[in-house]
């Protein structure tokens, strides 16, 4: 289920109220997306019901789709992130729970939509063994169609890229990331939009 080495795109699993399993597939060509659903999720719905969401992001992104696909625990992911809504307004907050976080440190990341990595840790509150986010959110520029990613680390300290290279494109940030964790820190990408 793991695409080739080079392509922009990540599958990942979930599990749905309804209980029918979901694939997430992020991409930032829309061959890779039809060529995954051509090739992995259609022959798995002969047997099994699977729906499929479908997201595009740009390809300045693809950083952080190939540093989430290189961890050792692809495609799981242990890190479940809940968004309270996966589409906001530009203005409105984004909010949301962590969980499988316990013990460790956390850090909260936007690559958006320009390939700009941002920290977004000061707007993560831990409270009586909860973790959540509530993050404003205004969108500069036109509303596109690509997705933003949220990502979230948590590892056994405090990463110094995170510290250091907040503000760079994901192509250095993710770069020096690999170098300094591996593919082994417990790690989640989530996809949303602001319109």
């Known amino acids: ?6 392509a922009c795109l990540l599958a990942l699993p979930e599990n749905q109220p309804s209980g029918t399993p979901r694939v997430t597939v992020i991409a930032a060509q829309e061959s890779a997306l039809r060529s995954f ?9 002969l047997d099994t019901p699977v729906d499929d969401r479908q997201v595009f992001v ?8 190939r540093f989430a696909r290189s961890n050792a625990r692809y495609p799981g992911t242990p890190v479940t992130v809940g968004l309270a809504r996966a589409e906001i307004e530009s203005g409105d907050a984004l909010v949301g729970v962590l969980g499988n976080v316990a013990g460790r440190y956390t850090s909260l990341l936007i690559v958006d939509d320009n ?6 840790r000061r ?4 409270s009586g063994g909860e973790v959540t986010f509530d993050v404003p959110m205004t969108r500069s520029g036109p509303s596109r169609d690509t997705s933003q990613l949220l990502v979230v680390l948590a ?3 405090r990463p110094r890229t995170v510290t250091e ?3 760079q494109l ?5 770069a020096a990331l690999e170098t300094e964790l591996g593919t082994d820190p417990l790690i989640s990408i989530v996809p949303f939009r602001v319109r």
Do not use: I, Y
């Open 123 to 126: 707007f993560v509150s831990f």
């Open 115 to 120: 390939g700009v990595v941002q920290n977004l």
């Open 58 to 65: 740009d390809e300045r992104q693809c950083p952080a789709l």
């Open 1 to 6: 289920m793991r695409p080739s080495a080079d």
């Open 170 to 174: 994901a192509e250095d940030f993710f």
């Open 155 to 157: 590892t056994d300290g």
């Open 165 to 167: 290279q907040a503000g």
């Open 37 to 45: 659903t051509e090739e992995v999720v259609e022959p798995t719905r």
